[in-house]
């Protein structure tokens, strides 16, 4: 049985001549909420896409739920992610956003009213993506990130841009997901200043212990 969500090894991503992410080596278990914790500019975006099989590794290897990042379609299936930003179609609802993505997953159909709900959009789901506020279109992202039950879950800078109340909005919606979903895996990023630069890998277990870890990652582009 795997008890590992992500575990790195060496993981580095160079652009030219510029290091974008350094040789980087950690574990997530599964069970555990994690916060990946840096300024613009450390890695933290390049290293999730390395993970999800967006780009390829300079240097390095990684696994997720046991399986090798070299091969992302034998446990993307069980992950969920919102990197850089959600993006739907502006002339849609978010309901029927979140229909067309369900229907090329083939996930359950009747999931979609339940995650609306779920992120506090019950009422607005019939209402156009392009009238959404920021806070509510972050949310939205959210739920498409929730439609096939992930054991990971996977969300970059998921309060990047919102006022004071839509970071309180999304920080409750990740406090209910880890509530619910206790087996699984919440990876988010966070942009937040980490003294001498790089970033911090921050963990917390269902136990609530906590543990902080500096990492070498160095760089240029998030």
């Not at 054991?151 to 839509?166: H, R």
Request: net charge positive; proline share 5%.
């Amino acid at each position: 049985m795997v008890n590992t969500a992500i575990s790195v090894s060496d993981l580095s991503k160079k652009y030219d001549d510029r290091l974008a992410v350094s040789h980087i080596n950690f574990e997530v278990p599964l069970g555990t909420v994690c916060g990946f914790v840096g300024p613009n500019g450390s890695g933290k975006t390049t290293t999730m896409r390395m993970l999800l099989g967006l780009i390829t590794p300079t240097t390095g290897h990684g696994h997720i739920l046991g399986e090798p990042i070299e091969h992302p379609e034998k446990y993307l299936s069980r992950v969920g992610a919102m990197i850089e930003g959600p993006a739907f179609y502006p002339a849609l609802s978010g309901h029927e956003n979140l229909m067309v993505l369900a229907r090329l997953g083939g996930f359950p159909a009747e999931r979609v009213q339940t995650l609306l709900e779920k992120v506090g959009l019950g009422d607005r789901g019939k209402s156009k993506y392009k009238t959404y506020s920021l806070g509510m279109k972050q949310r939205l992202g959210i739920a498409a990130a929730l439609l096939p039950e992930p054991k990971l879950l996977m969300l970059d800078e998921p309060t990047n841009g919102l006022d004071p109340e839509g970071i309180q909005e999304v920080r409750a919606l990740e406090v209910a997901i880890d509530a619910r979903h206790q087996g699984a895996v919440r990876l988010s990023t966070r942009d937040r200043n980490i003294s001498g630069g790089g970033t911090a890998l921050n963990r917390r277990t269902n136990r609530g212990a906590t543990e902080s870890r500096r990492r070498a990652v160095t760089g240029a582009n998030d």
